[in-house]
Each structure stands twice: as structure tokens, then as C-alpha cells.
């Protein structure tokens, strides 16, 4: 093996997390804006229940974000007071979460029969959700690593996964703790938040209990920042990277026989798969950012990656307000598929329309680009 080495210094590393964030979004975006749900493209829909798909590596892959970016911060954290520093995590971690609840209680308001406007009601609104999750993570693994040395943490994160198993296995219905209506994920949402606070369809996957394994994510992607800033971007660390990911999704498969790989259970089996999967991701982003200079790329990707929470908003309420807007019988979204999409065929009309709403929040990540504007809580 050639031992190539080049120096490298934050700009490079902060480039290829933004290309890694901004991949993240952009795929993200697909997934969640097919033109026609009943003709999508298998890799662009989630599992059902067990099993994985490539549409269920996205969220893991925010939360690993979410760690790498934590092992830049933790260095300015040293030169800060306790106070400050608690104080922004807290802050942080309250904005995100109100945000994300403010998504889903977006737009505030409906029209009753005689058309008039009634406020949305707070006791039909679903709390848990994609944000609060990722608010809850950053916030739980920051005080730790404030807190803790490294090995400690990871420790800790592992010693979870085990912990939520032995929930599931232990509250759960007989034969049924890993079903949608009888595990324990369900029982707890049921018993804290309300069945009027889940998500569409009385399950929420966004959960209380869940949010544990999903700590582990967010330790990997922090560790690997370690990892990367500790021996720097080579060819050596890069095989490194590549084989520890690798070696847990094979660990992933092995404990698949005991407890299911399931997005929506969030099980341990699945965190340890993502984070495998995203270390390979990220090894692959490197070696085309560091050791290529496939600048189109970086660039591309790069760019909805330095605005991450205001895309993935810019994303999802875009879609809310077409939904709302009526044209005929049916609402804009629709519209627009049927009218600019579906003479391409059902299915490839579904993926265009959807590809179109990328490309549309990427050009507006673009345009903040292009103004130095990074909108950062």
C-alpha cells in the first residue's frame, strides 16, 4: 500500500463533514418528497418494520453529523467557563426541540366547514419528532463529553445499547416486544405523551425510549472526528476507518438474529449498523474531498451542508404550504406532479419531481452561500 500523506488542517475537515452533511440533506430530500408514494423506487422508501433500506440511513447519518461536529466544538469548550458552556448546550438543545415541535404544529391554524379559521390545537400535536430527537442526542452526548473522557463515553454508549435491549425484551408483550403494537417504545410514548401526541398512525419512531441507541450514533460520529483530527487524513487512517465499519455491520448482521434490525424501534442492532454504514460513508467522502480535489462535488454538496437545520426546514414546511394550497380538487403538490411529472411514467415522474425539490432547496443554500449567510443556532 502506498502511504501517501498530505497535511491537513480544520478547513479540510469542517469541507468534508459539509459534504457529508449536505449529501445527507440532499438524499434526505428525496426520500421524503416523492411526487407519488404508491410508485417510488424501493431504495427511497423506509423498511416496513424489520429489515433496512438505503432510506433508513438518513436520520442515523444526521446524528452521526451531529457527533463529528461535536468533536471540533469540544476544543473551544476548554477555553470557555462551566457556565458558558452549559448554557449554550442547554440553549441549543431548547431551540432545537421547539423548532422541530413548532414543524409539526406548523401552520398554526385550519378552516372549519363554513370556512372559519380555527387555531390548530396544541393537544393534537405531536411531540416527539426528527429534531426533538436530534435535540435530545446533541444535548445528552454534550454533557458527557464535557464531563467525561472519551472512553468513559463510549462505554456508556455501549452499555446503553445493551440496557435498551434488555427493555424491549423485558416490557414488551410475550413473543410480541418487537411488533408495532407491542413493544415497549410504544407503552412508554402511550403513558408520557398521549396517544393524541404520536405520530400519524399511533406509533411514534421518533420515541421516548428509542432516543437511548440513538445516543450511540452521535458517540460514533463523535469518536471518528477524534479519529480523523488525532491521526490525520491518510491512506492508513482511511483503511482503518473503512474496516472498523466494516467490522460493525458485520457485528450488526451477527446480533440481527436475536434483536431485529428496526429503524422505527430504533433497536440497537440498527445503531450499530448506521454507524458502520456511516464510517464507510465517510471514509469514501474524504478520499474524494482530501486526496481527489473533486471540487464539483465538494462544492455541490457542500453547500446545503454549511445550512443544514434551515434547508431541512426550508424542506419540510415547503412541502406543508403545498399541500395547503388548493388548485381544483386537489392541492399544489399534486398538481405539480400530475401536470410537469407523470408523462415521464409513474414511477421516474415520482423521482423527478422529487429530485426538482432538491434541486430547488439546494439553490437556495447556494444563494446563502454565495452571501457568506450560515444561519446557526
Known amino acids: 500500500m502506498i502511504n501517501k500523506s498530505i497535511e491537513v488542517n480544520s478547513t ?28 417510488t423506487y424501493w431504495p427511497l422508501l423506509h423498511a416496513g418494520w424489520n429489515g433496512f433500506s438505503p432510506a433508513d440511513l438518513v436520520f442515523p447519518s444526521f446524528l452521526f453529523a451531529v457527533g463529528n461536529s461535536l468533536s471540533f466544538v469540544a476544543e473551544k469548550w476548554e477555553k470557555m467557563q462551566q457556565k458558558d ?7 441549543r438543545t431548547v431551540l432545537i426541540f421547539i423548532i422541530g415541535y413548532l414543524m409539526y404544529w406548523f401552520p398554526f391554524f385550519r378552516f372549519d366547514a363554513q370556512y372559519h379559521l380555527i387555531v390548530s390545537p396544541i393537544s393534537q400535536t405531536r411531540i416527539m419528532g426528527v429534531l426533538q430527537r436530534i435535540a435530545l442526542c446533541y444535548g445528552i452526548v454534550a454533557i458527557m463529553i ?26 414488551g408483550l410475550n413473543n410480541e416486544e418487537y411488533t408495532i403494537y407491542g413493544n415497549a417504545v410504544l407503552k412508554l410514548d402511550k403513558l408520557i405523551l398521549g396517544e393524541s401526541h404520536l405520530n400519524v398512525g399511533g406509533f411514534e419512531p421518533e420515541g421516548i425510549l428509542s432516543t437511548i441507541p440513538a445516543l450511540f450514533n452521535v458517540v460514533g460520529g463523535y469518536i471518528v472526528g477524534l ?3 488525532r491521526n490525520g487524513n491518510n491512506y492508513e487512517a482511511l483503511s482503518k476507518l473503512l474496516i472498523y465499519g466494516i467490522i460493525l455491520i458485520f457485528l450488526s448482521y451477527c446480533w440481527n438474529a436475536m434483536l431485529p434490525i428496526n429503524k422505527k424501534l430504533w433497536t440497537s442492532s440498527f445503531s450499530v449498523l448506521t ?5 464507510v460513508v465517510l471514509a469514501i467522502i474524504v478520499f474524494f474531498t482530501n486526496f481527489l480535489g473533486c471540487e464539483k462535488f465538494v462544492k455541490f454538496f457542500s453547500m446545503p451542508g454549511k445550512n443544514p437545520l434551515f434547508i431541512y426546514l426550508l424542506s419540510e414546511l415547503g412541502v406543508t404550504i403545498m399541500l395547503l394550497i388548493p388548485i381544483n380538487d386537489r392541492n399544489l403538490y399534486s398538481w405539480i406532479y400530475l401536470h410537469c411529472f407523470l408523462f415521464t411514467g409513474k414511477y421516474l415522474g415520482a423521482f423527478l419531481f422529487a429530485v426538482s ?12 452561500d454565495r452571501f457568506r449567510i450560515y444561519i446557526k443556532l
Open 12 to 39: 479540510y475537515r469542517f469541507e468534508a463533514l459539509d459534504v457529508f452533511r449536505g449529501l445527507t440533506i440532499c438524499f434526505m430530500i428525496i426520500v421524503n418528497t416523492s411526487g407519488n408514494w404508491d410508485a
Open 275 to 279: 454507524v458502520g454504514l456511516d464510517c
Open 357 to 368: 425539490w432538491m434541486f430547488i432547496c439546494w439553490l437556495v443554500s447556494f444563494i446563502l
Open 85 to 91: 458552556v452549559l448554557f449554550k448546550i442547554f440553549k
Open 227 to 229: 479519529f480523523l483530527k
Open 146 to 171: 464535557y464531563y467525561l473522557k472519551p472512553k468513559i463515553v463510549v462505554l456508556i454508549s455501549i452499555l446503553l445499547l445493551f440496557i435498551y435491549w434488555g427493555i424491549l425484551q423485558y416490557f
